[in-house]
């Protein structure tokens, strides 16, 4: 069990998930407000939003623990005409920074809607160039496994897929927050959790798509490249973590899958919400789960070209 | 995160670095010099260093180990503080005058001198008393430290109890020449006797060519190898077994054009280099290989149409090979040829026999003998390791006899010999050497009263005189209280004490399991060392001792060419360790004895001995007339400021440039006045330049050989080098031989030499330990065979013992043979009985044979893998010893 | 000043002795774990039985050889390129070393560099590697390696004088393609030495020693 990167894990996939939101409830506020009005599009989201923050934050800790000397951290950033990292490194802190900005912003209702949704977008374009930055830092011509497609694929699919059912699980507690303590909006809220409910599993459904023919695909153009630690790092995953890529693999399908087809249909039928929100924690839970295996064997199984 | 990592380096310190040194000294607040004194006193000696003063001063520092190199070493030293080693640079590189570089263990020198495995102070075992206490504990027990008064006090009082009531017949010194001095005045000891690194070559090269076995004088200078033209290396492995430039110097034998062939189980990292051709032979079969080849030379030489054998030199300069060369009173059936025929044995040794029991394809064997014979100049050599084995006194014999019959003896550009990579050279002790250090002029004590006569062993007869152990026989002695003193005589002996002053007896000769049962039966044992080695894990007394580098200085015998290195004072004494020969003038004190006739002269003044009386060959005519002169100029200055007596003198080079450089080397060049070729006035005029033998030639027929094997009582051998399986050798590995049916142990195991140790010295250093991780190595046949992958951890089990080891699968070694490399520390898990470590002479028994030899390359045994219950960590990562827990 | 510094490796001659390994260690005090020059065997061969003659067996090119290997103080160094703080750096001499006052120990370079020279020091947190010994070359001496070499198969300099001097060839099994960081490094070939990336034959060290 190579539970070295553990850090890694932890940071890659909080900070993509953080994005994802992001990105995600940018989307939905706008769709939202379409439909019900800033306010109740705000009040939908601005939860959520505050929730992003923390995320982040344990993701940038967890960082921390990767470092064998942490306390030369701020020269991290001196590379960026050719490290990958640095510039991860300079929008992890953009996204995080801009991102604060703008929740301090929303919560406070500073500045006008269309400065903030100004700031959002930017702050939305810096997250997802570091989601791609991060992914880049793995195409090492050392690293077959890393180095494909398949990477950036993998990370985009996690920040969207990870992020948009974490805004629903933000989502259905934000809910039960209105119903106890703004009654009189409820319906309003109810319309629109199920709205936005519904497009995440459409959307989750289409992701865990891509996912479960990139993932196999992958595995065999690694496995036929010829490149011997390629086939490798294919026969590691098969040999000692199956039983965990089998795991990942079925989370992935239960909780994207079955599940999302069940909160599909639940919010576009209007079936009872307690089933809803048990199917959107668990499709979550199931997806973070499947995630975090994921990443896992990513870095458990790579295998490096040369000596 | 950073403090973390400090605190962890703290507690995990292995090493008493610079950094880590200072670190302390400024956490502690402390002064420069760590407690027990690593402060240096030498600046005042020396003169300005050459190198970067601020960086500190180089010194030529001891690497004075049993490598048989002994190179020149230099330390970095600042503060007391060793920073950093080098290797020789005093001069610039070329193949004809090399610098005198050193291998991977001398180079961690300074890890062992400074590890914190070293010992400290004097201990004794917990559960100890006088006349034992719980012997069985012996080997697992606690330490408790005590003063060095108490120390010595115990040793004196035990030894003295001793001698009493069981008498000094009951005390066993295996080693240590300083306290054999003591013991020699006290009444003698045991002494013990082996043939260790020579093999049969001891009784059987003494006997048959009248040359010792450490003697090379049977080698051609190293000018001369590059007029070789066919070079065969017989079970040599230099690259492992003599680090430093052996192998460098046999490259320009390649180089020249020479063809080379390497005949070894393996195909080993000298073969790799060197070998144009490699031939697979099992272990402790040589003997039988040669014998084919011999036989097919007998059989297809034609004098006049296709003339294989020397005949010329074979009737001038050898007695023995054919009836009408039989010395006076031999009879006349007992010469070789006929043997070799197998006129009377009905056995011819022919290639297809020989086939049969070396493993090697008959063709080859019948094509390397006329390869051998038609080739003008070959140098055929043997490594004393074929000589490591059981029943093999004949082999020596045999070796010569077919460079005889080559006549590729006394030849340039040919030459046939033994132990050819001695001393970081080759040949090195061939010929007078061009260096040689002068005597210490410490006067012996006069002879052990217990070993009789001063007799040399390997070719006394009747018998050995006195009480004297042989190494196989000694821990049956211990433990049965019967030894064999000679043929038919039995004897009874009662050891009680066991001092080991020196060397590493119980790691190192065969039959370690009996050695353990030895420890556990005696009353007292006792042991010196610098780290906690196998002598010492198993005593009741351990002494800390100095290492060459904590004292003033040390002239270790190094090869022909420079004879000696003079190494200088590093470090003051670690802690409380003290030097070998204090301890027994000590002891002498609390028994009653001089200890002014125990240590006479100060080590300064012995070293002043040697570096005066060394001599140089002048070099202005050839060798063999040359004479020699002083080689160091020395003035009342340099004899004023060392503090000794002696007398000025002219020479080659100052005093202190001798002591700054460590050596002295000449300039060489072919054809210069250095060039030697072994026994050219021999083969020239056999009558006038007799060899040191009964008839003065060389004995193909050797009857003082088989007279003195006889006379040992294990074995009888025939005159004529006959082949005799050995006990534990190729034959035994099936339990019918005729239908070729495997018995119990179907493995042929033998002991490589490995370059993380000499011999078992350095096993202790973790850098070291991670360079060569002492795996078992195995043929993928066997080890498929068995359901063994590589790196999987195997059980080695022979008749004597078992060990685990990480197998290395490879093709380098044949079929049907394994290695385990010799020389690892012996940890047994005393709950399974198994050897952790892989110590070969776990897998080696005590079984005398022949002269007496310590036959560790013959060795059968049983594979498999290993399940548990012990967790086999890799060896680098295994805890140092340190007995005792404060700092 | 030269250009670009480079090593070079006899393989034809290195008897897997080590001490150039240990040298490096003794020189910049390395615990024993990191080894910022080692020794890789590689080889490979059977053993097939006898065609005619039962019980025999006969060695079926069998083969190894040594190769040892530190840092190649590459023309184009991965390390340098992905290392954030800028602590992995090359000189105007082409050497290429680890300032560690500014590593964060990320091990970004250890994944990147095939030759596995950056290594992690774990007791202080930080990357390590080997430096050409600078501390020497700066004052006119040589690599403690390359003084140390009992073969002498080790030797160093301008890289395109040792091109000229031994060829052009950067890379034997088990040493990764040349052209992933174009190494500065020359190497004499073993006589039985496979091409990069075409051996029949493996890393036989044990894989506890890797």
Redesign the interface.
Known sequence: MDTREWALVIFTILAQMSVGAFVILGIVHFFASREAGLEEADRLSTRALLAIGPTLALAGVASFFHLGNPINAPQAINNLATSWMSREIVLVIAFSGLGAVFAFMQWRKLASAAVRSTLAGVTAVVGLAMVYSMSQIYMLKTMPSWNSLATPLQFFVTTFLLGSLAVGAAFVANYAYVKRREPACAETQCSLLRSSVRWIALGSIVLLGIEMIAVPLQLAFLSASGVPQGAASVALMYNRYGVLLALRLAFAFVGAGIFALFLYRNSLTGGREQTLGALVYGAFTLVLAAEVLGRFIFYATHIKIGI | MSEKNFLARALNETVLTRRSFLKWSAALGGTAALAGGLSYGLKSMEAAAQEDESEGEWISAACWHNCGGRCPNYALVKDGVVLRQKSDDTHEDSPDFPQQRGCARGRSQRKQVFGADRLKYPMKRKHWEPGGGRKELRGQDEWVRISWDEALDIVASEIKRIKEKYGNEAILCPGGAEIQRTLTLYGGYVSTYGTTSGGTLHSSKTSCLGFGAYNSVMINDRMDHRNVDLFVHWGANGASSSGGNPVYNYLQNKKQGARVIFIDPFYTDTAQVLADEWIPIRPATDHAMVLGMAYTLITEDDPVNNPLIDWDFLNRCTIGFDADHMPEGADPKDNFKDYVLGTYDGVPKTPEWASEICGVDPDRIRSLAIEIARTRNVALCMASATARVMNADSWPQMFFTFGAMTGHIGRPGSFTGDSYYHQNWSGLRCGPPIIKPGSSGVPSVGMNPLEGENVDVWTVLPKVPGIRLNDTQMWDAVVTGKYLAGKDDLRDINIQLIYHGGGATLQTRDGMTRGIEAHRKVEFVVSHSQILTTNSKYADIVLPVTTEWERYGTITAANREIGFVWASQITEPLYEAKDDIWIAAEIGKRLGLDPDVINPIPLKQQIFNQIAGAAILKGDVPYSKSEYEPLVTITEEDIKEMGVEGQPQQGRIPLKELKKRGYYQVPRYPGDNYEYVALMDFREDPEANPLPTDSGKIEIYCKKLADVVESRGWSTIKPYPAYNPAQEGYEATFADWKNKIKGEFPLQNYNIHYPRRSHSVFDNIQQLRRAFPHEFFMNPIDAEARGIKHGDIVQITSKHGTVIRPVFVTSRIMPGVVTLPHGAWVEIDEATGVDKAGADNILCGPVSTGQGVSGWNSCIVEVKKYEGPIQLEPDYKWPQRIPLKEA | MAKQLGFYFDS????????C???C???N?????L?WRR??QY?????LP?PS?P?????NQ?????VS?SCNHCEKP?C????????MTKRSDGIVFVDQ????????CE??????APQ????????SKCNFCMDLID?GEKP?CV??????ALDFGDIEELRARYGNLAAIE???DAS?TSPALVITP?RHAQASGSGTGR??N????L
């Open positions: 034809s001659i290195c008897v897997n002795c080590k001490v390994q240990v040298a260690q003794d020189k005090d390395l615990p024993p774990h080894r020794v890789l080889g490979g061969g059977d053993w006898h003659r019980g025999l067996f006969i060695p069998v083969f190894s050889y040594a290997i991965a340098v390129e992905v290392c954030p703080t800028g602590a006052n500014n590593c964060i120990g990320c091990r970004y994944w990147a560099c095939p030759y596995s992690y020091n774990d007791i202080e947190g930080v990357m004052k403690a003084s140390a070499c009992v073969m002498r088990p040493l990764p992933i073993h890393v036989l044990l894989p506890e020693e």
